[in-house]
């Protein structure tokens, strides 16, 4: 039997972010299917619509819909309350971190990250690990 795989929405305005990301998921030895990206929260929205998404990894700050707006459209929704939403964020408010994990958010990575930060967090919604 094969081992049960997880699809990954990284969603970054910044396509360096992103790359930087998924070469951490590559390396994070969860067992991960897809890692799919979107540059703001309308192109997440239509990637969550289409796929199958077991974790998102959301930045705050995005033309056109933040993650913010994203954040709360997901924890609103019955079809996709339940997948889990960290954000990688250089969000400096204490506060509004709370708000956001208050509002459906269960982690939180400030940027700039350690990739071994991205990896812990995989692991722990995800599982998997060597």
Not at 43 to 50: K, T
């Amino acid at each position: 039997m094969e081992p049960t795989t997880h699809n990954i929405l990284v969603v970054d305005d910044s396509a360096t972010t992103r790359a930087v990301v998924k070469r951490t998921i590559a390396l994070s030895g969860a067992a991960v299917g897809d890692v799919f990206e979107a540059g703001d929260g309308n192109a997440a929205l239509g990637v969550i619509r289409s796929r199958k998404v077991d974790l998102v990894l959301l930045d705050l700050h995005m033309p056109g819909m933040g993650g913010v707006e994203l954040a709360g459209i997901l924890h609103g929704d019955p079809a996709t309350r339940d997948i889990p939403i960290v954000v990688i964020s250089a969000e400096p408010s204490a506060g509004r971190i709370e708000a956001l994990k208050a509002g459906g958010v269960r982690g939180y990575v400030r940027k700039p990250f350690r990739p071994e930060q991205v990896r812990d967090v995989i692991h722990h919604f995800l599982g998997g690990g060597q």
